[in-house]
Every structure is written in C-alpha cells, then in structure tokens.
C-alpha cells in the first residue's frame, strides 16, 4: 500500500460522456502526478500540481483537465470521451517534485476507465 | 519531443537465468528512474540514479546510467519467480524549468519455474 488512494476504482462509461478521476495523495506530499497507462501508448505523463498549482504539463488533450484542492486531493476530469480514453489512469505524489531534483514518486492504485 | 525506447519488450527466463533491460534516450537526461509493475499492480519506484556513469545495486538487481547520461540498464542475476513483472524506465528532463518525465514502454519479464 503507497498511500495513495483514487476513487473510483473502476468506471464504465459512453462515448461523449465526461467522468471526473479523484486522488489523495500520501500524508505531507505536495505534489501529484496524473498518468494515462494504454497498451498501445505505454505509460504517459499527463499533468503535476504542486500545491495546488500547475507545475509540469505533459501529453495532456485539451478535453482532459486537472486541478489540485487545497487540502491537497486531486481531480482529473475528462470530457468528450472517446474510445480511445479507455486506459488505467495512475495519480502519483511525492513530497516536493521539485525540477531536476526528481523525488520519488509513490503511484495509486489506479482507477480503470472504459470507454463503450 | 524527448523519447526513450526501452529493450526488449519482452524476456521469457529460466528460474536462475539473469535478465537484463536496456533503456536508451534521444536526448540528454537530467535523472533516470525505474520502476517495477507487477501483473495487474501499479508502478513501484525502485530507484534513481542522477551521477553520469552511476551504478547502484540492490540485492540481485543492478542498475547503470550510462557516461553520456542518455542510456541506462538494469540487470537482475540469478531470477527469481518474485522477479515478474514489467520493468520501466523514466527518463528526466528539465522543460521550462520543470521536470518532465518521459516513461519508457516497459520489459515484461516472465520467469519459468
């Protein structure tokens, strides 16, 4: 068990549809990290927040969108599913996240999303 | 954009063989990470190694970070059936003054008993 937990654990949905992703992340971590795991497309950095602010973007589509509460939880939402969103989302934290002195990222255990 | 291949996708050993997966990437990294996820598991960090020419051992599992800091490997000796898994790499790279990491695809790694 990292320490941190997402909600739901699994979500069936329909094309067009929006779902919104929740995370917590370990007690006294700062950051989080969202990714999208697909077979054809691997492991993929979405977004970080730090503190409740945007620190890092990575292949993230403009239907996708983040934002960190200040009590530290994360949400992703995704909106206008397609198909093709159908993968493992994994939120991550770790303490600080700070540039080019990457700390150790502790992964959830991911939510399961099905596009039908 | 940074890529980082990883080599092979997958390795079929005998208990007791070694294995080994190769991470190359396009461009300078400021850190490499790797991680290990089991069947149905998430990503469990396993190490970082930040120094050109680093090398870090843990038990029977190896890791390298090559001179130029754009290659990396981890080698495990005598495998175990403990040792299933997919074995990733992360590449670091500073982006606008953030730190960007680029996964590569992973090494599936089955152990036959």
């Known amino acids: 068990d990292s320490g941190v937990t997402q909600t739901p654990k699994h979500l069936i949905t329909a094309t067009g549809q929006r779902v919104t992703l929740r995370c917590s992340p370990r007690s006294g971590d700062l950051s989080v990290y969202w990714y999208q795991q697909s077979l054809d497309q691997g492991l993929q950095f979405l977004i970080q927040?730090?503190?409740?602010?945007?620190?890092a973007k990575g292949n993230i589509l403009e239907r996708f969108s983040a934002q960190q509460f200040p009590d530290l939880h994360s949400e992703l939402n995704l909106s206008s599913l397609e198909l093709g969103d159908s993968a493992l989302y994994f939120c991550a934290s770790s303490v600080v996240g700070l540039a080019g002195n990457q700390e150790t990222q502790y992964f959830g255990p991911g939510t399961r999303l099905l596009v039908l | 954009g940074q890529q980082v291949m990883q080599i092979p996708q997958y390795q079929h050993v005998q208990e007791g063989e070694d294995f080994t997966t190769y991470c190359n990437s396009s461009t300078t990294l400021s850190n490499i990470q790797w991680y290990k996820q089991r069947p149905g598991g998430h990503p469990v960090f396993l190490i970082q190694l930040v120094k050109s020419g680093e090398v870090k051992k843990q038990k029977r599992l190896t890791f390298q970070f090559g001179e130029a800091k754009k290659n990396s490997s981890l080698h495990i000796t005598a495998t175990q059936t403990t040792d299933v898994g997919t074995y990733f790499c992360a590449g670091g790279q500073l982006s606008g003054g953030s730190y960007i990491p680029t996964f590569g695809r992973g090494t599936s790694l089955i152990v036959h008993p």
């Open positions: 927040y730090y503190n409740g602010e945007e620190r």
